[in-house]
Structure formats: structure tokens, C-alpha cells
């Protein structure tokens, strides 16, 4: 299990916790953002390292952006002693975590989850890879970081579209495990918040779960509502001008996976209604064309979760409480993408 630290001061703390480390060679991996956001504030505090800046955005979470970390490492001589520290979203540890555990058949690393997202979603539970062929973390391996260090003080850095884009995260929490959290969350004025509670409340949810069932064999499966039609949306949507950032295409999934739960597990309308306020309310809503459908449906099948020809989707029995293993059919999927069309924003 990895050490979860909670930092007042990230400088600080990183670098006290870098003192109790034995290394050889202290690596850095970041995005091309993140070294000009988040660097500086860490940058005086650090001891001597070498790092590394690959270019920002999802589209570049794949091999050619693994070769030049793994050149990078190469050229620098790292070591099987070395330390690695991811630092920046999701795609920084994701990709960062994936290229340390595979470089030398593995070297250690540490993640400093810079995003909303990546403090409350990808901070925990050692899932590491990349993006395939236009499909969403389709290469990886479960590999636990030594250590994560999460600060509020990042999330200043961040353009409002980044922390909605966590908050979407935040939500699904409550969704799947706490509905006295989902109600506690903000709609309106969302971005007026405790963020530090926020952050503790949510890790604390997702680290249950994974603890539970560390390898995704059962219970794990839920942290993936609202993610099987809202993986593919961002996928198919990836290189296109309709691009969507990821929580975006989450609260997508979570409004169709909504309607899924009430269709096939009898999620109450109340229920139903009180998930489309708050999405709406924060989200808004964009148009799937028809023609869009069979594309999107394509890549559902390629979900992680599924087995053979079968769609299998996490849903709602109610807020607060979600099932797994659900087998869903290609014209049910159909039906929930038609459901998000009719709804008004």
C-alpha cells in the first residue's frame, strides 16, 4: 500500500520526505505545463536531479511519449537505484508510473498529483498505462507508487475547466459509495469549496475500495460508473474539435450509466432526476449525433470490464450504492445516448 501524505506545505514536505529516501539518482517527469505552473513552486526545496518534460494533453499519453522518457532515463543513466517523481495529472503519473515500472524491469517512483482529478482519482490504486489506437489505457500494469504527496496549494494553478473537470471524480464518489456526500456537493457556486476536505473525503473512498480489491477482480469494478460510455465519448471525441476534457466526458457517462441504473436495476426516479440536476447544473450537455453512435458503441466494447462479446457496466441500485457485472445490450446503450439527447440543460 502506498504512503498517502496530506501536505500543508508540498515544498517542505517533498523534501523532507526525499531526505528519509536511499537513492542514486533523482529523476523528475512532468508535462510541458506543469513545468511552468508547479515546478517553481517545488523547484528551490529540491535536492540535485535531472527531469524530464513531455508535451501536455491526453493525446500524448501514449508510446512515442514513452520512448522519450525511456531515451531520456537512458541518456541519464538511471539506475535500478534511482527514485522517479511524477509530477501533474493524471497523464503524469499514469505515463510516468508506466515508464518507471517497465524501465529496467522497474524502478521506484513517487506521484505529486498536481489536478483536481489526479489528487482524487489517479493519486490512489497503482492502475499505470497509456492510450492505444484511440483506446483509452489500453496498455498498463497495476504497480504501487512508494509514496504520494497531495497539496490543495496546485489547484490554484489550475484554469477553472481542469477543477470541473476533477469535480466530476468527486461526484462519482458519492454516486457509488456516500449519499450524504453526493447531497453535501455543490451545484451551484461549485467552485466555492473545502477543497482540502474534499480531496481527504474522496481519497478516502477510492482507498477503501482498492484496498478491498486491489487487482479489480469485484468491488473495484465500481469506481468505473459512468466511465464505460464516458471512456468511449473521450476517445471518440479525442482528436476532433468537440474535444472533451475528461471529467466532461465522465458526467456524460455518468448521466447515461444513470439512466442504465434506473432501467435495469430499478434506481429510483427521484434519484435519477437528483443525478441529472447536478450534472446538468454543473456540466451542462452537448450533442451526440446519431451518426456518432455506432463509433461510440465500438469502443464500449473495448472496455476493460467487459468479458468476451458481453457489455459489462457498474450501475446504480441507488445513490450510494452500486452493483457491478451488469451485462447491458448494444440497443440499451443506444437507448441511454438518445436519453442524454432529449435532456434539457
Known sequence: METIIFSSNIAQDLQRYLSTKKYSKLGLIMDSQTINHCYPILSDDLPAHSMY??????????????QGIWQWMTETNLDRKSLIVNIGGGVAGDMGGFCASTYKRGIRFVNIPTTLLSQVDASVGGK??????????HIGIFNQPEGVLISDEFLQTLP????????????KHGLIRNENYFQSLKAENWQNQKWKDIISVSVGI????VDKDPKEEGLRKILNFGH???????SHYLDTPYHLLHGEAIA????????????????????LESIEQKLLAIYGKISIADADFDAIIKRCFQDKKNDGESLNFSL????????FNIVVGREAVIEALEYYNSLDD
Request: glycine share 10%.
Open 206 to 209: 477510492k482507498r477503501e475500495v
Open 160 to 171: 477553472e475547466a481542469e477543477l470541473r473537470s476533477g469535480y466530476a471524480e468527486v461526484i
Open 252 to 271: 456524460i457517462g455518468m448521466l447515461t450509466e444513470a439512466f442504465l441504473s434506473h432501467k435495469f436495476l430499478r434506481m429510483p426516479q427521484a434519484d
Open 316 to 323: 446504480l441500485k441507488k445513490i450510494g450504492t452500486c452493483d
Open 53 to 66: 518534460a513531455f508535451e501536455a494533453g491526453e493525446k500524448h499519453k501514449n508510446l512515442d511519449s514513452c
Open 128 to 137: 499505470l498505462g497509456i492510450d492505444f489506437n484511440g483506446f483509452k489505457n
Open 228 to 234: 464505460t460510455i464516458g471512456h468511449a465519448i473521450e
